[in-house]
């Protein structure tokens, strides 16, 4: 079975202090790795898809890389319009998108 | 182009009432996820449909849980017989084909 655990639960950072959010994944042969973002009350908002070890995305403030076991969201000078929940989900090779496994979440809050 | 559009928002249900959610996908959009979100909980998959036809329901529940995709108008997701332990935020999310899907904002269902 698929797992996905992200780390910390939550984070709370001041206004331009840069840090990380982590994800450990096992599957069944890796077809996409996702991160998404997740304000209160509202859906998920698809930010990055990694495929392969060694992938970088970037957008703004937030660089998401990935390695056979983890992935990590950076996010460098964060602004308090950065605080949301970060999602993390895994695609397995053999199946559609109704396989893919979130993880619970970081929490994120970035302080004034 | 409106986004993926949920109705309603918010729902409040007693013991033993019905709920129905609807789900109105993206123009274009055929293809139509349904999740469920506990607090403290990943996102979890319940069913995936297009158009007439349930494609997987392997994420849902098999007795009180029902969803469709007619021909015309919005999918439903119907839970008959609430209990306290269906309140949760119900998701839906569309895509043109079995690529990665819109996520819609939401229903948030309290079972008083």
């Known amino acids: 079975e698929d797992q996905v655990t992200q780390s910390p639960e939550a984070l709370r950072l001041q206004e331009g202090e840069s840090s990380s959010l982590n994800c450990s994944y096992t599957v069944s042969g890796l077809r996409g790795l996702f991160w998404y973002r997740q304000d209160p009350g509202k859906g998920p908002e698809f930010l990055f898809t990694?495929?392969?070890a060694g992938e970088e995305k970037e957008k703004e403030r937030l660089k998401a890389t990935l390695t056979k076991k983890e992935s990590f969201l950076h996010i460098t000078a964060p602004k308090p319009e950065d605080s949301a929940t970060y999602l993390c989900a895994v695609q397995p090779r053999s199946g559609g998108y109704q396989k893919v496994t979130f993880g619970t979440g970081t929490k994120l809050q970035v302080i004034p | 182009n409106a986004g993926v559009m949920q109705n309603p928002r918010h729902l409040v249900r007693r013991r033993g009432q019905e709920a129905r959610l609807r789900c109105s996908p993206m123009k274009g959009h055929s293809h139509v996820y349904w999740y469920r979100q506990l607090p403290e909980e990943g996102l979890k998959f319940m069913v995936y449909l297009q158009k007439e036809n349930i494609i997987d329901e392997s994420g849902m529940p098999k007795e009180r849980f029902s969803a469709e995709f007619p021909k015309e108008g919005p999918s439903i997701l119907r839970i008959q017989q609430v209990v306290r332990g269906d309140s949760a935020a119900y998701f839906c999310a569309s895509s043109p084909s079995s690529d990665l899907p819109f996520f819609g904002q939401g229903t948030r269902l309290t079972v008083v």
């Open positions: 990694l495929y392969s």
